[in-house]
């Protein structure tokens, strides 16, 4: 069973509009990661955060922006959507001290601007 | 940068065949390196890991060695079932390890027929 919760799994929205996609984890893990799946499957870090009030940009440059009030919850807003934004945002969290291997992924936001 | 390259799929089976995906990688240093899997609908599951040249990962039948002399980290099953289909992604965690963060292949799809 996941510990790592995405909530909405599916959006579709009119563009101009903001969103917020919800990332939680109840596993006390303080890093977390945002990740962007385009449809072609690759995926692309845009935010990681190490720990409450530590956020960062990934890789790949993103509008959206993110927030880590508390250890359990990682936020993604986006405050005007674009039909560019379409994509699948997966979620992920990671112990402090364990390497990599220790993600877990969320199940994922499928959102689609129109 | 750091970056990983994946076979292109999709690649189709029949059940009980022998299945390799390729995986090289470019890197500074001693990365580690990871298969993730993600059946149709779901976030990623880690598979296999392996840390060190020359480490063999192996989970439920698969398994991928860590080739430094080549660079690859080629993923292998002696006989796939239906069930095996699935995205395939190799990841690498940089060796300077930011925050462990991953970076991906682009994923290479896989279709088990019966």
């Known amino acids: 069973e996941a510990d790592i919760y995405q909530t909405p799994r599916y959006l579709v929205i009119g563009t101009g509009k903001k969103i917020t996609l919800e990332c939680s984890q109840t596993?006390?893990?303080?890093?977390m990661y945002w990740y962007q799946q385009d449809p072609g499957m690759e995926l692309h870090l845009i935010h990681y955060?190490?720990?409450?009030?530590?956020?960062e940009k990934g890789d790949l440059s993103s509008e959206s922006t993110v927030s880590r009030i508390r250890t359990e919850h990682f936020p993604l807003t986006l405050e005007s959507a674009r039909p560019s934004h379409t994509s699948q945002y997966l979620c992920?969290?990671?112990?402090?001290?364990?390497?990599?291997?220790?993600?877990?992924f969320g199940s994922g936001t499928r959102l689609t601007v129109v | 940068g750091d970056s990983v390259t994946q076979m292109e799929g999709p690649v189709t089976l029949s059940e009980e065949a022998f299945l390799t995906i390729n995986c090289t990688y470019t890197?500074?240093?001693?990365?580690?390196l990871f298969w993730y899997v993600q059946y149709p609908g779901e976030g990623l599951q880690l598979l296999l890991k392996?840390?060190?040249?020359?480490d063999k990962g192996s989970n439920k039948g698969f398994e991928a060695t860590y080739r430094k002399e080549t660079t690859s980290f080629h993923l292998e099953k002696g006989s796939v079932q239906v069930s095996d289909s699935a995205v395939y992604f190799c990841?690498?965690?940089?060796?300077?390890?930011?925050?462990?963060?991953?970076?991906f292949g682009q994923g290479t799809e896989l279709s088990v027929k019966p």
């Open positions: 992920a969290s990671n112990p402090m001290g364990q390497g990599a291997g220790g993600y877990t």
């Open positions: 596993m006390g893990h303080d890093k």
């Open positions: 955060s190490y720990g409450v009030n530590s956020t």
């Open positions: 890197a500074t240093g001693y990365p580690s």
């Open positions: 392996a840390t060190k040249a020359d």
């Open positions: 990841a690498l965690s940089p060796s300077y390890n930011q925050g462990g963060k991953l970076i």
